[in-house]
């Protein structure tokens, strides 16, 4: 005769193998009493596992949905961490998504009702983009308030202190400066964007969209009356919120974007083009569409790759080439800092060169 833990292992190996048990069944296929066989359940239920009875003429036992793992070993942080995980792996584009939304919901189907609740309110939305900056820490129960929030489309109350870099002194004079009124908003997304977490939301009193990061949010409570949820502009939250970080609007494309040749192979600029797209046009020549905040941006990233670069357009960056290069062949003609020479002659100052003594 087994013992109990390897016992009990068998029961529950047997009542997930098909949807109901007759206990005679049971008993005669682990070789003990239909008495031990009831004592044995009830060990499984104390352990959490959902073993419901049914009556009949072959009365016996079911294994309801929620124990194809032991339910009871995860708490309510492992539960948050492990659907945020597994919801941003949806969208990771590491050829993972299927099996993460299938892993998904095979851990949802084995918490207990407490933490599948908990689980659904947290709608996740990944906005892929390599993490320029280091990650920011979000509080769990302040996610937990906003996805509750959006979850049940309440509108939400928080303070959302301005964001400063303080300088010498700058924590006196910040705290002498009185609180910003608390914002009023419609939330509608929670969103991972280059290793922050954002709140997307309908402000009440701006009556326009806004993205706030999380980490700067402290929930009010209660939450207001409930919302009948708008739709994003353009309908698709990806593509408005890398919109609204590329200054680009609801599109989701640079406001500058300009087209070159390089003498590189695709497959090395391809690794650094990021969202750019890369045709070869030989063994070491490509071409190169690539957008930015300004043309003098783009133009700056394209010098990085240090190669030949013919301009196929527009304009703009052609005029944006010419004028860092004026710009750099300055930069590298320029006396050192502290010469003979710097104090005796002045350089000629171009338009778009700050005179000394003016702040912009």
């Known amino acids: 005769m087994q013992k109990t833990s390897a016992r009990l292992l068998s029961l529950l190996s047997l009542l997930q193998a098909r949807r109901d048990w007759p206990g005679a069944q049971l008993a005669e296929r682990l070789d003990v009493s239909a008495r031990t066989v009831r004592r044995d359940v009830d060990r499984l239920r104390e352990l959490g596992y959902p073993i419901a009875a049914f009556k009949g003429p072959d009365g016996g036992y079911r294994l309801d949905a929620g124990a194809e793992l032991p339910p009871l070993l995860f708490d309510d942080e492992q539960a948050v ?9 949806t969208t990771s584009g590491a050829g993972i998504e299927e099996a993460a939304a299938r892993a998904l919901n095979t851990v949802r189907q084995v918490m207990p009702a407490r933490l599948r609740h908990r689980i659904d309110v947290l709608q996740v939305t990944a906005v892929e983009r390599p993490a320029s900056r280091a990650s920011t820490r979000v509080d769990g129960d302040v996610l937990m308030a906003l996805g509750a929030a959006v979850h049940a489309r309440e509108v939400l109350r928080f303070d959302y202190p301005p964001a400063t870099v303080p300088g010498v002194g700058e924590e006196e004079r910040e705290a002498e400066r009185p609180s910003p009124p608390p914002r009023r908003v419609q ?101 190169l569409v690539l957008g930015s905040w300004s043309w003098a941006g783009l133009a700056a990233t394209l010098g990085r790759f240090d190669a030949d670069i013919v301009v196929v357009g527009p304009p703009e960056l052609r005029e944006a080439f010419a004028h860092l ?36």
């Open 81 to 89: 961490a492990l659907a945020v995980a597994l919801r941003i792996a």
């Open 187 to 287: 939330p509608h997304h929670l969103v991972t964007w280059g290793g922050r977490w954002y709140l997307v939301a309908w402000d009440l009193d701006r009556e326009d969209w806004r993205t706030f990061r999380v980490d700067r949010i402290t929930p009010r409570v209660p939450t207001g009356p409930r919302f009948v949820p708008r739709e994003v502009p353009g309908g698709d939250v990806a593509a408005y919120v890398a919109g609204r970080f590329n200054g680009s609007g609801a599109s989701g494309d640079w406001p500058c974007r300009g087209e070159v040749i390089l003498d590189l192979p695709a497959a090395a600029v391809s690794r650094y083009a990021y969202d750019g797209f890369v045709e070869e046009l030989g063994p070491h020549r490509c071409r």
């Open 325 to 360: 290069a004026h710009r750099y062949a300055r930069a590298a003609t320029s006396p050192p800092v502290g010469s003979a020479t710097t104090a005796t002659s002045a350089a000629p100052v171009s338009p778009d060169r700050p005179r000394a003594g003016r702040s912009g």
